[in-house]
């Protein structure tokens, strides 16, 4: 589950669409709210559209377009109720919105079990690096 947030969220996307050429996994979207990407530059929206129209299942959290960001905290609580866990990219160094979603995962921690990983951005970069180096070689 995936709520397409431009990034890593729709590179998750791309890349569950590839593994499911070799494994039994599902993708599911849940925007915030309808009219979600309606207004990201062409080459973002192309991944986008892309995404929702691979995943296996797709809705929003509001049928309403953007009205304020309690749209965008009712979607990850959403999201955080109807999963067992999280795999977030966390840069402890540079929590930006991060930190706020990491609040709701461990408020939610405490009372229902819920396995909540990360992956640091010292180790995506280690991963990257190391794919470009076995697949794009010269």
């Known amino acids: 589950m995936i709520s397409a947030q431009m990034g890593t969220e729709l590179w998750v996307g791309e890349i569950v669409i590839e593994l499911q050429e070799t494994y039994d996994i599902k993708l599911g979207v849940l925007l ?16 986008f559209d892309q995404v ?24 990850q609580q959403f999201l955080i109720d109807h999963t067992e866990g999280c795999l977030l990219f966390y840069d402890p160094e540079n929590e930006g919105k991060s930190k706020f979603l ?37």
Do not use: C
């Open 32 to 47: 915030p709210h309808a009219g979600y990407a309606e207004n990201w530059k062409e080459g973002n929206r192309l991944v």
């Open 52 to 75: 929702i129209a691979k995943a296996d299942y797709s809705n929003f959290t509001s049928s309403q377009p953007y009205q304020n960001p309690s749209q965008l905290k009712g979607n």
């Open 102 to 138: 990491l609040d709701m995962l461990n408020k939610h921690a405490e009372s229902h079990p819920y396995e909540i990983d990360f992956i640091a951005f010292d180790e995506l970069q280690s991963f990257v690096s190391e794919y470009e180096e076995n697949h794009f070689e010269s």
